[in-house]
C-alpha cells in the first residue's frame, strides 16, 4: 500500500543503464538549452510581424512552444523517476532486466536473442525488448532449462531459455 501511495506522488520508477541515463539527460539538456530559447525566438519573431489574431505563424509558435514544454515535462518526470542499475548485485542465474536471454522457439526451433531493458530503451532492431512487453514479461524470473509460455493473440507460445548473460 505504501509503495502504491509512493509511486503515485513521485511517478513510476524506471531502472536504467548508466548509458541509458545519459541519453535521457543529454535529451534533456538539448530541448532546454538548445531547443527551448529557438521556441522563445520564433514566437518573438512572429509577434513582431503584427496583428496576433490573424497570425498563424504566431499560433504555429506557440503551439510549438507549449509541445516542447510538454515533452520537458514528461522528460523531468522519467528522470524524478529513474534509478541507476547497480548491475553487480543482480542475480546472474535469472533472467531480469539488463539480462540478455537466448530462447528457443518450441514450435519451430528458431533461436533469438533479446536483451530485457526498460519501456524507453527497447529498441527490437537492436534486440532490445522491454521488460513490459508480453515477451519480456514472460522471461522475467526464468532460469536457463526453464521453459517461457508467453499468451499471444493466437494462443500460447512456448520458449525454452537456453542461456543467460550479462554484458
Do not use: C
Amino acid at each position: 500500500m505504501l509503495q502504491e501511495y509512493n509511486e503515485g506522488i513521485m511517478g513510476k520508477v524506471s531502472y536504467y543503464t548508466a548509458e541509458g541515463l545519459k541519453k535521457l539527460r543529454d535529451e534533456l539538456n538539448q530541448l532546454k538549452d538548445v531547443e527551448r530559447p529557438k521556441a522563445s525566438q520564433a514566437i518573438a519573431e512572429a509577434r513582431d510581424k503584427g496583428d496576433l489574431s490573424e497570425n498563424a505563424e504566431y499560433d504555429a509558435a506557440k503551439e510549438a512552444q507549449g509541445m516542447l514544454e510538454m515533452r520537458i515535462s514528461k522528460l523531468e518526470e522519467t528522470l524524478a523517476g529513474a534509478r541507476l542499475i547497480d548491475e553487480s548485485q543482480l542475480d546472474t542465474t535469472k533472467a531480469l532486466i539488463h539480462s540478455t536471454v537466448k530462447i528457443k522457439n518450441q514450435t519451430n526451433g528458431a533461436e533469438m536473442t533479446y536483451k530485457l531493458v526498460a519501456q524507453s530503451e527497447a529498441d527490437l532492431k537492436t534486440g532490445k525488448i522491454s521488460v513490459d512487453s508480453p515477451i519480456g514479461k514472460g522471461l522475467l524470473g526464468k532460469k536457463v532449462g526453464e521453459v517461457a509460455e508467453i499468451q499471444v493473440p493466437n494462443g500460447t507460445m512456448k520458449f525454452d531459455i537456453v542461456e543467460i548473460t550479462r554484458e
